[in-house]
């Protein structure tokens, strides 16, 4: 069964304290890896998009990384405006119809002046 | 400006009552799809489409029925709502088949008493 998740629940920081939000899965074979970000009341926004182990993205203090197993989300020195709950999604290559994503319950990050 | 509008926004409905949310997009995207989001556990794919006049069930469609009769328009309809509906349901939509570059709408909070 595909399974996607994501640690720590939550995570705290300190402005300019780097860390990286992890999102380990399982699926028979990956067609795509997916980051997004929610904001309190919104909508998730897209931000990455990774398909095979090794690449990288990477997006102002954000930095996305893949391997066979699992993804990290390396946030370099960190904002207040960075908070939010960062979504890891993905697609099973397997899956009869391509636009499925099985997501996981996200990290809620919150970066204090 | 352009992007995935849901309504309402809010909503209260006494359990066995019915309703349909309302999904438009107007950026000519082929796929659409509805999702909830409940607390600890992602978000999960209720209905989706791949084009006008073709829909398919996701992961939880039982006691919600789309229809797809335009590009631009997706609604979500709750049969008979039942407590267990409770939750946030977002509408998305994406121009390819994989989940690169989904836009998502800002949520319908529904509440079912």
């Known amino acids: 069964e595909d399974q996607v998740t994501q640690s720590p629940e939550a995570l705290r920081l300190q402005e300019g304290e780097s860390s990286s939000l992890n999102c380990s899965y399982t699926v028979s074979g990956l067609r795509g890896l997916f980051w997004y970000r929610q904001d309190p009341g919104k909508g998730p926004e897209f931000l990455f998009t990774?398909?095979?182990a090794g690449e990288e993205k990477e997006k102002e203090r954000l930095k996305a990384t893949l391997t066979k197993k699992e993804s990290f989300l390396h946030i370099t020195a960190p904002k207040p405006e960075d908070s939010a709950t960062y979504l890891c999604?993905?697609?099973?290559?397997?899956?009869?119809?391509?636009?499925?994503?099985?997501f996981g319950s996200g990290t809620r990050l919150l970066v204090r002046p | 400006n352009a992007g995935v509008t849901q309504t309402p926004k809010f909503q209260v409905l006494k359990t066995g009552q019915s309703m349909t949310l309302q999904c438009a997009q107007d950026?000519?995207?082929?796929?659409m799809s509805w999702y909830r989001q409940d607390p600890g556990m992602g978000l999960r794919l209720i209905h989706y489409s791949v084009g006008a006049g073709i829909t398919d069930q996701g992961e939880v469609p039982n006691g919600y029925n789309v229809s797809r009769s335009t590009t631009e328009d997706f609604p979500l309809r709750l049969l008979s709502a039942a407590p267990s509906q409770t939750s946030v349901y977002f509408c998305a939509s994406s121009y390819s088949s994989d989940g690169y570059g989904y836009t998502f709408g800002s949520g319908t909070r529904l509440t079912v008493v």
């Open positions: 990774l398909y095979s």
């Open positions: 999604a993905v697609q099973d290559i397997r899956m009869d119809s391509s636009y499925k994503l099985i």
């Open positions: 950026m000519n995207h082929e796929y």
